[in-house]
């Protein structure tokens, strides 16, 4: 088995867009050979923050900067698949055009890779 972890931010008024492209995908995965398992996540946006902010004095907080990070709605997704060629298939039986659907609802920074157990 092999896992396949997706990261990506939609950008702040087309999260909801991003959501519903990729669950509407759920079909085709269903159909693809070796697909297994797939998870999506969307960040509660500020909830970490607002955590910290109720939990640390103002004290505590003054020498911690924030952090640099992408400003959009933070979207994780976990697959498991038979094997790499099976989901690098399942990749290139979408269109260049079903891609083209979410790309402009997405920025830049993202990342794609298969991950082992630790």
């Known amino acids: ?48 923050v607002e955590a910290v902010r109720q939990t640390y004095s103002e004290e505590e907080l003054a020498n911690t900067p924030e952090e640099d990070h992408d400003h959009g709605e933070h979207f994780v997704m976990i697959e498991e698949w038979d094997s790499i060629q099976d ?14 659907k979410v790309i402009p609802f997405l920025l830049p920074n993202h990342s794609h890779e298969f991950y082992k157990g630790i």
């Open 87 to 100: 989901r690098i298939n399942f990749g290139r039986s979408l269109s260049k055009e079903h891609h083209m």
């Open 1 to 48: 088995m092999e896992t396949y972890i997706v990261t990506i931010y939609a950008k702040e008024d087309h999260a909801d867009d991003v959501e519903q492209y990729y669950k509407g995908l759920q079909p085709l995965y269903e159909e693809a050979q070796g697909f297994i398992e797939r998870k999506i996540f969307r960040a509660k946006t500020g909830a970490m």
